[in-house]
């Protein structure tokens, strides 16, 4: 069973939308697989399943999921549009570090070393 933990800076909705994003581009979520009902996830996330929808048809509007009438929603199959998402969230979340890093004094050839190390140590773990 997945945690929920949602924050009041962001409305729960997007943060349901993040959520399922990145439970596909994991890989946790198979291209073609299909998801749990608006209840199931509202019933799991404790919220109201008016919030679930919305998310769910965010993620329909940007085609990363697809509903089919009868059986429910599905993860997209379109695995290049996944693996671009993939990138954009890993080059944004990298941005975002990097920015602070880099606010704090850093340069980036201390940030290049850190980050060598880092994958250095991650690989002889």
Known sequence: MQVWNFHN???IYLQIVDEIKMQIISGNWKP???IA???EIAQEAGVNP???QRALSELERHELLFAQRTNGRFV???VEMIKNIRREVATQKMKETLEA???MGYTPKELEEIV???L???ESA
């Open 32 to 34: 073609g697989e299909k």
């Open 76 to 78: 997209t199959e379109d």
């Open 116 to 118: 060598s190390v880092y």
């Open 9 to 11: 800076n962001t409305p």
């Open 120 to 122: 250095e140590d991650r």
């Open 50 to 52: 008016n919030t679930v």
């Open 101 to 103: 890093l880099l606010q």
């Open 37 to 39: 009902s608006v209840r």
